[in-house]
T-cell receptor
C-alpha cells in the first residue's frame, strides 16, 4: 500500500513565525507532489506543486522536495491567522498515476 | 477561465433514500473528472474517476455509482443510502494530472 503520511497536528505557531509542515511518502517512484489548503468546512485549494528536488518558492510559501529521503515539506513565512487551516499533501502513485492524499496537518496561527 | 460547479451544498437524506449529486465543469474540454469522499477527520478517498464520456472507473466497492453523460458533467448516485455514506463529497477536475486537481465546493451529505 503506497502511502502519504502527515502529522495530524495541530501545529501552533505565533503570528509572523515560519510554519513548517512535513509529509513523507512510501512510493519511491513518485515524481509529483502537491500541497492543498483546506479551510474548515470548505474544499481543498491547490497551493503549490513540486517535481524536482530542492526548493520551489511562491510568495510566502516554499515547497521542498527530497526524493532520497522521501519527504516533502511546506514552509509558510510570516504566518498569518488567515493561514490557519488543514494542509493536505498529495503524491502521484507511480503505478496508477492517481493521487494519494495524506490525512492533513491542522495549522493554527495564533494572533 | 475554467470553473467547476457542484450542487447541492448540503443535503440531509434518510437511510434508504436515493442520491444524485451533480458536477459540471466550464471552460475546458475533455477534462479528467473525479469524485472523492472525505469522512469527518479522515483523508480524501477516491470513489470514481473518468477520462471521457461513458468511461468510469470505480475505486471502492460500495452502493454508489457514477455516470458521465456529457463531456463536462459527472454525476454521483445511489439507489439506497446507508448511514456510512455520510460525508463531504468533492468533485474535482484536471486536464493534466501533473499540475494538480481543482476541487468543487463540495456537498456535505448527512444520512439520518
Amino acid at each position: 500500500q503506497k502511502e502519504v503520511e502527515q502529522n495530524s497536528g495541530p501545529l501552533s505557531v505565533p503570528e509572523g513565525a515560519i510554519a513548517s509542515l512535513n509529509c513523507t511518502y512510501s512510493d519511491r517512484g513518485s515524481q509529483s507532489f502537491f500541497w492543498y489548503r483546506q479551510y474548515s468546512g470548505k474544499s481543498p485549494e491547490l497551493i503549490m506543486f513540486i517535481y524536482s528536488n530542492g526548493d520551489k518558492e511562491d510568495g510566502r510559501f516554499t515547497a521542498q522536495l527530497n526524493k532520497a529521503s522521501q519527504y516533502v515539506s511546506l514552509l509558510i513565512r510570516d504566518s498569518q491567522p488567515s493561514d490557519s487551516a488543514t494542509y493536505l499533501c498529495a503524491g502521484v502513485n507511480s503505478g496508477t498515476y492517481k493521487y494519494i492524499f495524506g490525512t492533513g496537518t491542522r495549522l493554527k496561527v495564533l494572533a | 477561465s475554467q470553473t467547476i460547479h457542484q450542487w447541492p451544498a448540503t443535503l440531509v437524506q434518510p437511510v434508504g433514500s436515493p442520491l444524485s449529486l451533480e458536477c459540471t465543469v466550464e471552460g475546458t474540454s475533455n477534462p479528467n473528472l473525479y469524485w472523492y469522499r472525505q469522512a469527518a477527520g479522515r483523508g480524501l478517498q477516491l470513489l470514481f474517476y473518468s477520462v471521457g464520456i461513458g468511461q468510469i472507473s470505480s475505486e471502492v466497492p460500495q452502493n454508489l455509482s457514477a455516470s458521465r453523460p456529457q463531456d463536462r458533467q459527472f454525476i454521483l448516485s445511489s439507489k439506497k443510502l446507508l448511514l456510512s455514506d455520510s460525508g463531504f463529497y468533492l468533485c474535482a477536475w484536471s486536464v493534466e494530472d501533473a499540475v494538480g486537481y481543482t476541487f468543487g465546493s463540495g456537498t456535505r451529505l448527512t444520512v439520518v
